[in-house]
């Protein structure tokens, strides 16, 4: 079952490290590659001995050109491929010998933010973002309590019962955020989430992330935008024919 959160939820710093659990000591790992290799069917090497560490609290760029691995690596991260060689250790678990409920749960404590959206059409802003918290069995009066100040941090409470195609990119952007961070998970995951943006609207939404992260979230973004990287000053990993360079402390 979900647990109680106070009201002001995720526009609260405080409530967001405390219902999102990440108020444990940040020299934690939050993330953990160890010699990790992915070998997709084809025979494609598509990372090869990559080691990260990332702490808890940490927010983590990667870059790297257009099929150096970027998103296989996101993708070992929740489970959706699994690693051929080496250890993918995500908030204390290994994500390899996840299955069925526990591979769902586990799930559950990370927000996944795409390029392209992935809105549901038919349904409002106020219904793509709360659809998850539906399906895993929250209460409607919890789910209206995290809608409000979900909505209002990523700037579109006037904008919850419009439907997807009569919004900009930007604010299709911001609704699928408010998606992945409304049940308030302690990672948040982003795979080139403003490559279909421009600048302003990239900026935008690097500042929720940021404000995300000052929150107590563990974020890490893909991304081939240098000029964000450089403007948001964290921590940068590149990638690089499926090996990982450290590009930044
Ligand atoms: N399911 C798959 N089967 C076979 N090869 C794959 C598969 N998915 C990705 N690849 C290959 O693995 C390599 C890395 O792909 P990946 O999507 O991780 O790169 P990327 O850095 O995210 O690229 P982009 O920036 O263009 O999204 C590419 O050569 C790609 O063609």
């Known amino acids: 079952m979900p647990t109680a959160v106070s009201p ?3 526009s609260d710093k405080s409530t967001y490290a405390q219902d999102s659990d990440t108020q444990q000591p940040n020299h934690r790992l939050m993330v953990e ?17 990559v080691n990260l560490a990332v702490k808890q609290g940490e927010f983590l760029f990667i870059t790297g050109p257009s099929g150096s691995g970027k998103s296989t690596l996101l993708k070992l991260l929740y489970g959706e491929e699994l690693p051929t060689q080496g250890e993918v250790i995500v908030d204390g678990c290994d994500v ?6 526990r591979l769902s749960l586990f799930r ?9 959206y992935k809105l549901i059409p038919q349904r409002t802003v106020a219904e793509n973002v709360t ?5 895993q069995g929250y209460t409607r009066k919890e789910i209206q309590r995290r809608l409000e100040p979900t909505l209002k941090l990523v700037g579109l409470l006037n904008k919850a019962d419009c439907f997807p195609e009569k919004l900009s990119g930007g604010e299709q952007q911001r609704v699928s955020i408010a998606r992945a961070i409304i049940a308030t998970p302690p990672l948040l995951l982003a795979d080139e989430p403003t490559g279909n943006l421009d600048p302003d609207n990239s900026w935008q939404i690097m500042q929720i992330f940021q404000k995300l992260n ?5 974020v890490i973004v893909t991304t081939h935008d240098e000029q964000l990287v450089r403007r948001c000053g964290h921590r940068v990993v590149q990638v690089h024919n499926g090996r990982l360079h450290q590009i930044t402390e």
Not at 37 to 48: C, Q, R, V
Not at 214 to 218: D, I, K, Q, R, V
């Open 131 to 135: 659809v998850v918290l539906q399906a």
């Open 33 to 49: 590659l160890r010699s990790t290799a992915k070998t997709y069917l084809n025979g494609h090497n598509a990372l090869l001995d």
């Open 8 to 10: 002001k939820l995720v």
């Open 214 to 218: 000052s929150f107590g979230a563990t």
């Open 108 to 116: 559950r404590r990370i927000g996944i933010v795409f390029q392209d």
């Open 96 to 101: 390899a010998c996840l299955r069925g409920d």
